[in-house]
């Protein structure tokens, strides 16, 4: 079976960091390309940012570039997100996915609020 | 980036059908996608590439493309069915160099 858990959110304080995981199991994790998808409370789903399987290509949303960034450990099964110079309109629901012709697998999301 | 636009509400009676449409010019050489996402809980993806289904989801749940439009149908609803439904384009199926995401519409089944 096919397992996402993501974990590492929190609250910050603006300006600060935070780094998110993704532990996965029940697949080739090398195999596949990895996205990590947002939520606000009440809002709708926001891309921020996705890795190939290889991890040589990178793409982020332009609301997260030179803040964010993501990175894979195939040894590990694991993906994730540091997160720099954090901002209120960052507060939300971090969740990681597997890429497979639309994103076939989700974790269960970590939360991120970002305030003084 | 492109935008991808939902109507924010679509109601319908247990039995009906609902449709859901999401329009965007990136629809137009880029694949659509559809997930259901209920309270509290992380999305489901029922629709890939305009009109596949994933093993697991109903029958009932179908899709379709015409020109900058998806549309997500889902005939004889049931109740278990109400829920938040996001579209999804992908600039191609491996790669998400350029997500985009639908705002959602919320599906009541009176």
């Known amino acids: 079976e096919v397992q996402l858990v993501e974990s590492g959110g929190g609250l910050v304080k603006p300006g600060g960091s935070l780094r998110l995981s993704c532990a996965t199991s029940?697949?080739?994790?090398?195999?596949?390309?990895m996205i990590w998808v947002r939520q606000a409370p009440g809002k709708g789903l926001e891309w921020v940012s996705s890795?190939?399987?290889?991890?040589?290509?990178?793409y982020y949303a332009d609301s997260v570039k030179g803040r964010f960034t993501i990175s894979r450990d195939s040894a590990k099964n694991s993906l994730s997100l540091q997160m720099n110079s954090l901002r209120a309109d960052d507060s939300a629901t971090y969740y990681c996915?597997?890429?497979?012709?639309?994103?076939?697998?989700w974790g269960q999301g970590t939360l991120v609020t970002v305030s003084s | 980036s492109s935008e991808l636009t939902q109507p924010p509400s679509v109601s319908v009676s247990p039995g009906q059908t609902a449709r859901i449409t999401c329009s965007g010019d990136?629809?137009?050489?880029?694949?659509g996608y559809w997930y259901q996402q209920k309270p509290g809980q992380a999305p489901v993806l029922v629709i890939y590439?305009?009109?596949e289904r994933p093993s697991g989801i109903p029958e009932r749940f179908s899709g379709s493309s015409s020109g900058t439009t998806v549309t997500l149908t889902i005939s004889g609803v049931q109740a278990e069915d109400e829920a938040d439904y996001f579209c999804?384009?992908?600039?191609?199926?491996?790669?998400?160099?350029?997500?985009?995401f639908g705002g959602g519409t919320k599906l009541t089944v009176l």
């Open positions: 996915a597997r890429i497979v012709d639309g994103l076939d697998s």
């Open positions: 029940g697949f080739t994790f090398s195999s596949f390309g």
């Open positions: 890795i190939s399987s290889s991890g040589s290509y990178i």
């Open positions: 990136a629809l137009a050489n880029q694949y």
């Open positions: 590439r305009y009109s």
């Open positions: 999804q384009s992908a600039d191609s199926p491996g790669t998400y160099r350029d997500v985009v």
